[in-house]
């Protein structure tokens, strides 16, 4: 029979359940029960902290006590007798961390770390919970192990089931201590590994906040510190306590500027150990903070593959950053400085954006969050049965492993099938959620896991018409979840919900997803949508369609054009392309018809000859400017045609008058020849001016006072 990694741990002769997490209290007077299944909020905790919180909870998740590392309450919220005056710090990231006696169930050791590096550093205090009526009382206080330390603490339970490992790192230099706690007490001499980077005194102790977590499975360590200098993460050997293999994070995240400082304070991993989270935050030059969160890919463990796997799964937002605590639902909590809710990260173990945070997801009603949420032994949250691919028609996949081989395995699926592979797999018939159990026997014992597991049904994504549209401007502005109907089809959205891309790679990694109103430029953009089971998004459909933005002319204003009959048939040939360029300046990407009718313009028939002679005296031309690709995009407009008749100037008598005073100019009234001159024309529809050149007269300029002028050449003058 082969070995398997852990996955169900032994402990104290039976599994390791995880309601030890089960009650959280932490911030101002907050709290969560999982218990039921869900998070809900306790009010009721006389608990104030910025930072530092501890709680504990019996195997059955009854709550025993809690910590903020001075002072100890009991599950009725009182402390208990000789449980004030601890040596760790409200103010500590990790002030305190419960770890339950593998010798006695009844006994807890509750390990505390002081703030900013200070003299008090990593001590322990035992919990006795047979006295006080059974409320406990804190029977050892403050027995120092080390000094000075970060404000980091982190536990995880040894390779042989029974033992816990308690790590700290020292401060001012690069080594991790590992405690291991047995049956018969703490260890105090500390597996020492001097790896990674220092951790160097600062003046006001910067570097030594910031969260510390080893992964659920034992293998792998992270922190980070709150300068944002430190994201490191390595391997870890539950058999031997040794930390190894260090690898910086910190190429990941942008360098810090004159504009911003870089932290980091939060940092967990998830349930199945295969991904890593650390947020982060930009504190400005003008005191305002604004966080978000990381997620890096561990199951390629080398540097180049986790740097390149990291990526943003919270976007910014303002405030301070806070912690990352992992539940016993699976779920990673994420602390939000100030408000009365915790956002969620609510498939953590899978990739990208499909780990799904939600902001301000859960509320505290009362109770306040504030930086810090409870840590515990990391082994608590390792999931006894491990299942993956949930999607209608995949094969899902079962494991889990022991820490002695294993003889016999029975799975029952909860559909009625069976199987006795040590990893099946199973294609279940219809969604909903099945009542999963193995039962596991090793040459020791005999032990059963179950598990409810949802099998979630996968959406279709319906074809859908692309978008056309005739349009004058450079972009167009158009709201992509206008087609969500159509691709949904009779599927419903509370079920299923779509969301748009602009490329294959975004679609795929759930990057740069498409805002309601998007600006699409002139020509074809393609978009990529994904229905997605809203309550499993990793089971998805995919379909695209077009959006073609085809340009429409401009319609604009041109001129009209009167000519003069100068053979008096009231005709006259006009060159309608002499307004090509007018109606259409890029005349190479548009067509330009001439018409009678407004009728015949919209339709583009009967388009009039280029060379055009009139039929009446005054005429409407419509003019139609198209696309030369697409001509259903078009704009009529129309201009006017007029030809006059002739004008025939008569020619009049000379005018004679007398000179009465012999100087040899005279006074005229010129208009006295209007009649002789118009003849037979219409004076309405004419205007006689008089010049003293040809040269006036031909070019309408400088005329006389026809109603009385009086000569400037002496005797006569024409």
Known sequence: MKKLTIIILLFSGGLFAQNEAAIWYFGQNAGLDFNSGAPVALTDGALITQEGCATISDASGNLLFYTNGVTVWDRTHNPMPNGTGLLGHDSSTQSAIMVPDPGNPDLYYVFTVDHMGEANGFQYSIVDMTLNGGLGDV??????????????????????????????????????????VTPTGVITTPVVSAVGENLPLHSGALGIGGYMKISPDGQYLAYVTSTGRDRHLF?????????????????????????????????????????LYITSANFYLNYTWEHNIHQFDLTNYSGPAILASGMEIAPMRPGDEGALQLGIDGKIYVAEFGQNSLSVINNPNLGGLASDY??????????????????????????????????????????????????????????????????????????????????????????????????????????????????????????????????LGAQNPSDFNVRYFPSTLDRDNNTNQLTTLEVFPIGTTTIYAKVINSQYPSCFATVEFDILVKS????????????????????????????????????????????????????????????????????????RIENAVYPECYEVGNFQLEVIGQVIAQVPLDLEVCDDNNDGFFAVELSLQNATVLGAQNPAAHTVSYHASLTDAEAGTNALDASGYISTIPYQET
């Not at 192990?145 to 040894?158: N, Q």
């Not at 930390?243 to 810090?256: C, E, H, K, R, T």
């Not at 990391?378 to 899902?396: E, I, K, M, P, Y």
């Not at 219809?430 to 996968?458: F, L």
């Open 358 to 487: 939600v902001p301000d997801a859960i509320p505290l009603l009362s109770g306040s969050s504030r930086l810090g949420l409870p840590p515990f032994i990391q082994s608590f949250f390792v999931v006894g049965l491990r299942a993956q691919n949930f999607c209608l028609g995949d094969a899902t996949q079962f494991e889990v492993t022991s820490t002695e081989p294993i003889m016999s395995i029975d799975w029952d699926f909860g559909d009625a099938n069976t199987s006795t592979l040590e990893t099946p797999t199973h294609t279940y018939a219809t969604a909903g959620t099945y009542p999963v159990s193995v039962t596991v026997t090793t040459a020791s014992e005999t032990k059963t896991e179950s598990k409810d597991i949802t099998i979630y049904e996968v959406p279709n994504a319906n074809l859908t018409t692309n978008v056309e549209v005739c349009h004058v401007d450079a972009t167009y502005g158009f709201d992509v979840d206008t087609k969500t109907a159509e691709i």
């Open 235 to 275: 391997r870890f050997d539950t058999l031997t306590g040794q930390v190894s293999d260090f690898i910086d994070l910190n190429p990941y995240f942008p360098a810090p500027n004159f504009t911003f400082i870089s932290t980091s304070y939060g940092v967990e991993f998830s349930s199945d150990s295969s991904k």
């Open 552 to 623: 429409t002319p401009e319609l604009l204003t041109v001129p009209n054009s009167t000519v003069c009959d100068d053979d008096g048939d009231g005709l006259y040939t006009f060159d309608l392309s002499s307004w090509d360029e007018m109606i259409a300046p890029d005349i190479t990407n548009f067509n330009v018809s001439y018409h009678a009718t407004q009728a015949d313009a919209d339709t583009n028939v009967n388009p009039l000859p280029t060379n055009y002679t009139n039929t009446n005296p005054a005429e409407t031309i419509y003019f």
């Open 139 to 180: 029977t050892v206080k403050n027995i120092p192990l080390t000094t000075p330390v970060a404000e980091k603490l982190t536990a995880v339970e040894h390779a042989n089931g029974t033992d816990i490992w308690v790590l700290v790192h020292t401060y001012g230099n690069d080594q991790f201590l590992a405690y291991l």
